[in-house]
């Protein structure tokens, strides 16, 4: 059995990822944590009795393989640190990271020759979205990226779309776009090496992206669009069977796929 602690359990993706994990014939939830949250009886969420709820770090103190996290941009760096430091192996969804924060996680990980991930995105349809968006950078020297997520987002740009823009940047190479240089009410949005980015936070979105790339009189636009956060799971679950068999911490689902 693989035994699972999930951060953020009682959040719109940490009930998805319980129920994935509740439903697996070989996964078991040992866990929940959310320091938030003062009610540590596991009934009050309808979960089974044997799993422990945990509002401090410190205090968790049993035997686990996974560490799932969809918390919040301020915390995974911290929490990805203890799962890490406990040899808990670390699948990471949560956005916000820093480059510096992945990069050190990683290094720590790799340390201990401990399998994990950070995935800003374990939707199929983005992470295709991404390969392909990569491929096309290397025909089409500007292109902008315009995501749509609900209105509860605490980050902007998603995780999603500044991974877009990285990869965008390192298929590129010598090739990149010019800054522009006039734009005093930022109507041009945030600037990822020459990608522009644009972010919109509606009710009536989950999480939808658009790569748009120009050449010289022609478009070509590559999009994707999540109407349930269901869709996340099978990456998730992909992603727990996958970093028990590593002994690095990979970023990126796409690395796995
Ligand atoms: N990689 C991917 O494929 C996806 C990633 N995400 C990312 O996952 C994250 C969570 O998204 P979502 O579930 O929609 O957000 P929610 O706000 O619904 O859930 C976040 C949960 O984390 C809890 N929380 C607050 N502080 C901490 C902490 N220090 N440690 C652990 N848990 C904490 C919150 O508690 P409370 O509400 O009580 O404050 C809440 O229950 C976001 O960063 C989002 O961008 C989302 C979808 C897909
Ligand atoms: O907050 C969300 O909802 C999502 N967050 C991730 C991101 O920041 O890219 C993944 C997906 O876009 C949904």
């Known amino acids: 059995m693989i035994k699972v602690i999930i951060s953020g359990f009682n959040g719109s993706m940490g009930q998805k990822a319980v129920k994935m994990v509740n439903d697996s014939e070989d996964m078991q939830l040992v866990a929940g944590f959310n320091p938030v ?4 009886d596991p009934k009050a969420y309808g979960l089974a009795e044997n799993v422990k709820i945990f509002n401090k770090l410190t205090d968790i103190n049993l035997a686990a393989d996974i560490w799932i996290d969809f918390s919040i ?8 640190k203890f799962a890490i430091e406990q040899g808990i192996r670390p699948v990471i ?3 916000g990271m820093s480059e510096n924060q992945t990069t050190e996680l990683k290094k720590l990980a790799d340390a201990e020759q401990l399998g994990g991930i ?7 349809s983005a992470v295709l979205m991404m390969k392909f968006a ?5 025909y089409f020297a500007e292109s902008e990226i315009i995501e749509k997520h609900h209105e509860d987002k605490i980050d902007a740009p998603s995780g999603t779309a500044l991974n877009t823009a990285r990869l965008i940047y390192e298929a590129r190479g010598e090739n990149q776009a010019q800054p522009s240089s006039e734009d005093p009410m930022h109507t041009r949005g945030g600037d990822y090496h020459g990608t522009k980015i644009h972010a919109l936070r509606l009710p009536g979105f989950v999480a939808d992206e ?4 120009g050449g010289i009189g022609e478009t070509l636009t590559i999009s994707q ?5 269901q869709s996340f799971m099978t990456g998730v679950k992909l992603a727990v069977h996958e970093v028990m068999k590593q002994n690095q911490l990979v970023i990126g689902l796409e690395q796995i796929i």
């Open 210 to 213: 658009e790569v748009i790339f």
């Open 118 to 124: 950070i995935a800003s995105n374990f939707g199929l």
């Open 225 to 229: 669009s999540t109407s349930d956060r």
């Open 93 to 95: 969804g949560t956005s």
């Open 37 to 40: 949250v003062t009610d540590l």
């Open 134 to 138: 990569q491929v096309a950078a290397k």
């Open 73 to 80: 941009p301020t915390a995974v760096f911290n929490n990805t």
